[in-house]
């Protein structure tokens, strides 16, 4: 016995790395073996086990719901929920799969509007009148016409 409690056996650590290789959680591995998990984790990295990776690969059809998704506008939050993925999952696979960011995204979306220099004068100091980015007051507008 050490200072820190009993040795590990030959035994132990075959099971130890049995449970490990077949996905058991470091907190069922400490449950059946009765030790602690941090002398699972200690034990693990004293002999070089490899973590686990925690996520699983994406499938064909994945990527494909996620370009799809993606392209339609949908939040990558909700995508995470469609896809039982993290948010960060999805970013990622988004950078993989090199998807442009939502910003360059919106800015494509704004509809350019051809107006004459005077028209453009006119709307950028009633803006500024009303203390309001020009783009802003071009919204109220709309939204005004539009009874909205």
């Known amino acids: 016995m050490s200072r820190f409690g009993p040795?590990?056996?030959?035994?132990?650590?075959?099971?130890?790395?049995?449970?490990?290789?077949?996905?058991v959680s470091k907190e069922e591995i400490a449950r059946t073996m009765g030790k602690t998990e941090s002398?699972?984790?200690?034990?693990?990295?004293?002999l070089q086990i490899q973590k686990r990776r925690t996520c699983e690969a994406w499938t064909p059809e994945e990527k494909?719901?996620?370009?799809?998704?993606w392209k339609e506008g949908v939040a990558a939050k909700a995508i995470a929920h469609e896809l039982g993925k993290t948010v960060n999952a999805i970013?990622?696979?988004?950078?993989?799969l090199n998807l442009s960011k939502r910003r360059n995204d919106r800015l494509k979306k704004h509809v350019a509007i051809n107006v004459d220099p005077e028209m453009h004068a006119r709307i950028?100091?009633?803006?500024?009148?009303?203390?309001?980015?020009?783009?802003e007051y071009i919204r109220s507008l709309i939204r005004r016409d539009l009874g909205g």
């Open 39 to 46: 002398a699972i984790s200690n034990k693990r990295h004293h």
């Open 7 to 23: 040795l590990w056996t030959e035994d132990q650590i075959k099971q130890l790395t049995d449970l490990w290789d077949r996905g």
């Open 64 to 69: 494909a719901l996620l370009v799809r998704l």
């Open 91 to 96: 970013k990622n696979q988004r950078q993989a």
């Open 124 to 135: 950028s100091m009633r803006a500024f009148q009303k203390r309001q980015h020009v783009a």
